[in-house]
């Protein structure tokens, strides 16, 4: 009677393994396309105010 009990202990532990092994991945590969898409954005803000200013000291 106690091996039913130790195993379903060991698959909760398991069960809750996987789940803080899958929050933790979903976590880190969100951050990462945050990351990415931050950075194109602040890359095209970038160039449109270096186009913005080229462009307005060519008429000065």
């Known amino acids: 009677m106690v091996k039913p ?3 379903k202990l060991q698959m909760r532990g398991k069960l809750a393994l996987f789940t803080g092994m899958l929050l933790i ?3 880190l590969l969100l951050s990462a396309i945050s990351y990415v898409n931050l950075t ?7 160039k449109a105010t270096e186009q913005a200013t080229t462009i307005e000291s060519s008429l000065l």
């Open 25 to 27: 991945v979903t976590i």
């Open 40 to 46: 194109k954005a602040y890359e095209r803000s970038v």
């Open 5 to 7: 009990k130790n195993i």
